[in-house]
């Protein structure tokens, strides 16, 4: 992941500098050379407001206790730093804000839930399957519901009106796998109401 994604917060880049700068040296990183590694990659982020050509090591001080506070990681100014195993656990799902889907579109983290819901449409099991098959796929009334949290109490109609939805979004977002996708589902609802 490009550590200057301008979409990362600061204690996420101050975590991908430390990484940077332990994937470099192979050993526990200081203060100094994580200060310098954040101001190598944010120079306007973690400058001095008047003499912005120099870092301002006070910026780090939040995050960094943030991420102590939240067990990302261990160490302090005077000794070094390290990573703990929950701070990698927290750093790879940071490397996966970010992915290529099967379609080959590039799809951003988000927390709109129109979004979030197609990205876990396009790495279900039911989606691999009628992306690799599509002329022997299956509708399957069950799978669809199951996917969109919807019970089989739910009418038919409620779960048409929001595929139609979803397709929509998937439209503004050209991912015409997934709507052709959503349209087979709601071709297969309409026609099996019940």
Known sequence: MNVSDTSLSA?????FCLDAVLR?????????????????THPTLFALTDIPKWP????????????????YISGSPVTYYTITN????????LRE???????GLKIKATRSP??????????SEDFIRYSTAKMQFNPNNMRIRELMKFTLETP??????????????????????IV????????????NKT
């Open 180 to 191: 052709d996708y959503l349209e087979l589902y709601i071709r297969f609802l309409s026609i």
């Open 86 to 93: 929950f701070g990698y656990k927290v750093l790879n799902g």
């Open 97 to 103: 804000k970010s992915y290529t889907g099967s379609t």
């Open 56 to 71: 301002d090591t006070l910026k780090l001080d939040r995050p960094l206790r943030t991420l102590r506070e939240k067990g």
């Open 114 to 123: 129109d979004l979030l819901l197609l990205q876990q449409i396009e790495k």
């Open 11 to 15: 204690i996420e880049i101050v975590l």
């Open 156 to 177: 038919s109609r409620t779960v048409i009106n929001y595929l139609k939805h979803l397709k929509n979004s998937a439209v503004k977002n050209k991912l015409p796998e």
């Open 24 to 40: 470099r040296t192979k050993k526990k990183c200081t203060f100094g050379e994580l200060v310098k590694e954040c101001f190598r």
